[in-house]
């Protein structure tokens, strides 16, 4: 098995706000891999004393420890126990209702001797390559779709599309938001490889049109995950003047990539 790992900060004065984890159990009967994207907050409070950086390691290590030692729960049901784990670590100090509190994105994958299960919730993705070297694209697109007025930033999104009805869907403090994430199993036999990519990776695909999630993933698994980090950060530099492609984003995102070959 071949497992690859990258993260990297957008910025070198901040903190990076993504979370990775490889888990592989002593037992070599499958494992997991965990990525959460730390939705950076705008300015105004989000009615929490702890930083994103804070919540995304509370919600990742809680995730990683219950997809692996909990095998009987569904991906949605230890999204769920992970994020009510969370909000009990810090709600007798913190306003969980606000509306900006800390969130993000999430992608779980697990895999067994017989199945590969997976869950996406919000705008991060999942490739998935075929014994046939096909690659699917796991996506939860309800953000891409809304009309560009809902949102000003890849940082600042209107809290009334957030985690609302019509809107999108991140995971903050409410478990319920699990049974809103996109899910599926297929045959361990259907599956060679994962690639797993927060949205500041995938701004390859999404933003600079560099190819498809095919070409994405073929450039990881021959190139490795740091390629594609580097790759991206070249394009953002390229970008930071006459901002064609991202336009009202920010110039580097933090971006990770998870690679497994089962």
């Known amino acids: 098995m071949r497992t690859e790992l990258v993260s990297e900060a957008g910025r070198p004065d901040r903190p990076n706000e993504d979370f990775a984890s490889i888990a592989l159990p002593a037992s070599g009967q499958g494992g997991a891999l965990v990525i959460l994207d730390g939705v950076t907050p705008p300015r105004g409070g989000t009615g929490c004393l702890h930083s994103v950086p804070w919540f995304t390691a509370r919600l990742g290590g809680a995730l990683t420890d219950l997809t692996v ?10 999204l769920s126990r992970a994020i009510l ?7 007798g100090s913190c306003d969980l209702s606000h509306p900006r509190t800390p969130q993000a994105t999430v992608v779980i994958a697990r895999w067994s001797p017989d199945t590969v299960e997976y869950l996406v919730l919000s705008d991060s ?4 390559q075929a014994p046939d070297g096909a690659v699917t694209a796991v996506l939860d697109d309800r953000l891409s779709r809304l009309p560009r007025a809902s949102l000003a930033t890849d940082a600042v999104v209107d809290t009334t599309v957030r985690n609302k009805e019509g809107g999108f869907f991140t995971a903050a403090a409410d478990p319920s938001v699990a049974a809103r994430a996109v ?19 995938t701004r390859w695909v999404d933003r600079f049109r560099e190819g498809d999630w095919e070409d994405c993933f073929a450039l990881v ?3 490795g995950a740091r390629e594609l980090v580097e790759q991206v950060r070249t394009l953002e530099r390229a970008d930071e003047e006459t901002r064609t492609y991202l336009r009202r984003s920010k110039t580097h995102d933090d971006a990770t990539v998870v690679y497994v070959e089962l």
């Open 221 to 223: 698994r021959k190139e």
């Open 69 to 78: 030692s909990n095998r009987d729960l569904t991906l949605a049901g230890a």
């Open 125 to 128: 993705a999942l490739l998935m």
């Open 85 to 91: 784990r969370t909000a009990e670590a810090h709600k």
């Open 183 to 201: 899910t599926g199993v297929l045959p361990r036999s259907e599956v060679r490889a994962l690639a797993a990519l927060t949205d500041g990776a």
